[in-house]
């Protein structure tokens, strides 16, 4: 059974920090392309970021040099370092997991992280 989880998210204030985590179990980590989405109140959900598992990443526009994802594969987790937040960053954050040859994908439950003015 796929499990991601993720953990990390809470109240922040404008311009502080955040680190989010999401450990997978059940699936073979290296051989997924790990993403952040995320859905502020109201819109539809989007990519934040996607790490390869051999360590490409790319990042949506409104997050680049701000936020950092990274993985660590020995121990099954996705992080994303996000500084100098923005109450427009305020939404769910949802960790994904895509299979690089079957595309199979899998969401978890998402956390919710709040920045406030």
């Known amino acids: 059974q796929v499990q991601l989880v993720e953990s990390g998210g809470g109240l922040v204030q404008a311009g502080g920090s955040l680190r989010l985590s999401c450990a997978a179990s059940g699936i073979i980590f290296a051989f997924n392309a790990m993403a952040w989405y995320r859905q502020p109140p109201g819109k539809q959900r989007e990519l934040v970021a996607r790490i390869t598992g051999g360590g490409t990443t790319n990042y949506a526009e409104s997050v680049r040099g701000r936020f950092t994802i990274s993985r660590d594969n020995a121990k099954n987790t996705v992080y994303l370092q996000m500084n100098s937040l923005k109450t427009e960053d305020t939404a769910v954050y949802y960790c994904?997991?895509?299979?690089?040859?079957?595309?199979?994908?899998?969401w978890g439950q998402g956390t919710q992280v709040t920045v406030s003015s």
């Open positions: 994904n997991a895509r299979h690089t040859i079957s595309k199979s994908e899998y």
